[in-house]
């Protein structure tokens, strides 16, 4: 099983739907991110955590928004869905660095959204 | 803020040896990292360097230089399999530490 889940892997949906993707992990890590990956553009992080209390915002924020439900699971919601917001989204997760953790990502499968 | 920066595509040879460039500018750098990503797969850790020098780990080496802002990726032997994207990634030492990544650079291994 894998230690990052993302769900759904695959949506299609329309504009001006609200549309939620759930992140959940296994590895017991305190650092939860979500990225979204566009064609030539790389990741560009979106949202991350480092705690159930805490959340920042990252290079893409806007017209986004996040849940830390508990420390295993974080949820990134489109209020209202359109269709620049057309991607490909990525939940990972990271260690505390130290102790040999270099403190890498750990990344989900990936969720395929399509806005139309 | 932070700049990442690398080549967009590399094609090279089965069984040369290809180096990626990776140049950034940022605040409080604490740590670089690469990974690979296979198309419509998730990006796989690969190395992490934060002193100077060089890497090594089997047939994938990486090297950083801090005060140039400077880090490769050096593949050896290239494998059909080593055909991929190739992303670059920093982590920024602050209160509230993220890591950002480079567009990434798409490799193709020709036979």
């Known amino acids: 099983d894998a230690d990052v889940t993302q769900t759904p892997r695959n949506r299609i949906t329309k504009t001006g739907k609200r549309i939620m993707l759930e992140c959940s992990q296994t590895k017991g890590h305190d650092r939860m991110y979500w990225y979204r990956q566009d064609p030539g553009l790389g990741l560009r992080l979106i949202y991350y955590?480092?705690?159930?209390?805490?959340?920042n915002k990252g290079e893409i924020s806007d017209g986004y928004s996040v849940s830390r439900q508990a420390q295993a699971k974080f949820s990134l919601s489109l209020e209202s869905a359109i269709p620049n917001q057309t991607a490909l989204y990525f939940c990972a997760t990271s260690g505390l660095i130290g102790q040999g953790d270099t403190g890498e990502l750990f990344f989900g499968e990936g969720s395929r959204l399509t806005v139309l | 803020g932070q700049n990442i920066d690398q080549p967009t595509e590399m094609t090279a040879t089965e069984g040369a040896i290809v180096q990626i460039n990776c140049t950034y500018q940022?605040?409080?750098?604490?740590?670089l990292f690469w990974y690979q990503q296979h198309a419509g797969e998730a990006p796989t850790f690969l190395s992490y360097n934060v002193l100077d020098g060089l890497e090594e780990k089997g047939r994938f080496s990486s090297f950083l230089s801090r005060s140039k802002g400077y880090s490769y990726l050096l593949l050896k032997e290239l494998q059909m399999k080593d055909s991929a994207s190739y992303l670059c990634?920093?982590?920024?030492?602050?209160?509230?530490?993220?890591?950002?990544f480079g567009s990434g650079t798409r490799l193709s291994i020709r036979p």
């Open positions: 940022t605040s409080g750098f604490n740590g």
């Open positions: 955590s480092f705690d159930v209390k805490d959340i």
């Open positions: 990634a920093v982590r920024r030492y602050s209160s509230a530490s993220k890591i950002i």
